[in-house]
């Protein structure tokens, strides 16, 4: 699956300066993977990567998937030692049944955030060999 055009492979290519102005830490951003538009902000904090996922449009859980993959990937050639998943799918404007069940499954659970409010999250532990 790519992500604007590349993939995830090329993504991890990319020189280490270019893929964090992509990111565009503390900033939201707007991006394709597949055929889904995502909105994400992603932050830095010592030694853990936080993911927030404020909107995916189209697409299905095969993008969460993909984007839990990279992710993870990415956290472990960064020395990262943890990843914060939050996903706000309890109060976007049309929240999906399916979805949460899906987050569910996998380990997520309501949590309040500051920031953010009412986001199911995961904080995934990132193991090295």
Excluded at 5 to 27: N, Y
Excluded at 48 to 73: F, Q, R
Excluded at 92 to 102: E, G, I, K, S
Aim: aromatic share 8%.
């Amino acid at each position: 699956m790519e992500i604007e055009g590349l993939t995830p492979a090329a993504l991890r290519a990319l020189p280490s300066g270019e893929l964090d102005a992509l990111l565009a830490f503390g900033r939201p951003i707007t991006f394709r993977i597949g055929s889904a538009t995502v909105l994400a902000e992603f932050n830095q904090d010592d030694d853990c990567l936080t993911v927030n996922l404020a909107h995916i449009d189209g697409g299905g859980e095969g993008v969460l998937v993909s984007l839990w993959k990279l992710v993870t990937a990415f956290a472990k050639e960064r020395g990262y030692r943890r990843v914060l998943w939050n996903v706000h799918a309890l109060t976007c404007a049309n929240p999906n049944p399916r979805l949460q069940r899906f987050l569910g499954e996998r380990g997520f659970v309501e949590t309040h955030s500051e920031r953010h409010g009412r986001v199911l999250s995961r904080l995934e532990p990132i193991q090295y060999p």
